[in-house]
């Protein structure tokens, strides 16, 4: 099993920035990938971003791309988000979200942490 718990997340005006932090613990060895989804209310949850492990490979939603930063700290077990100019409809849950093999997708969820941008 592996837990996930997310923080940073807060209130800031459009424009500014914020970073998010997801933690793991449990069986982190098997980890593969790891991921931020984010969902607004009234919503389907949407990607946001990815990091792999073994390639350090990171891909982007084209809303989020140039402005989000998705990054790791192996010896923290740590995934992190930085979002700079942020906009109100950036205003989600955000999510992060790590792959176990041998599930091919995303089995592992965190329960989410709020940001909300003011216009």
């Known amino acids: 099993q592996v837990q996930l718990v997310e923080s940073g997340g807060g209130l800031v005006q459009a424009g500014g920035s914020l970073r998010l932090s997801c933690a793991a613990s449990?069986?982190?060895?098997?980890?593969?990938?790891m991921g931020w989804f984010r969902q607004a209310p009234g919503k389907e949850r949407e990607f946001v971003a990815t990091?792999?492990?073994?390639?350090?490979?990171?891909y982007y939603a084209d809303s989020v791309r140039g402005r989000f930063t998705i990054s790791r700290d192996n010896a923290k077990n740590t995934v992190y988000l930085q979002m700079n100019s942020l906009k109100p409809e950036d205003t989600a849950v955000y999510s992060c979200?790590?792959?176990?093999?041998?599930?091919?997708?995303?089995?592992?969820w965190g329960q989410g942490t709020q940001v909300t941008v003011s216009s």
């Open positions: 979200a790590a792959q176990s093999p041998p599930a091919v997708k995303y089995n592992y």
């Open positions: 449990g069986r982190t060895f098997s980890i593969v990938a």
């Open positions: 990091i792999t492990w073994g390639s350090d490979s990171s």
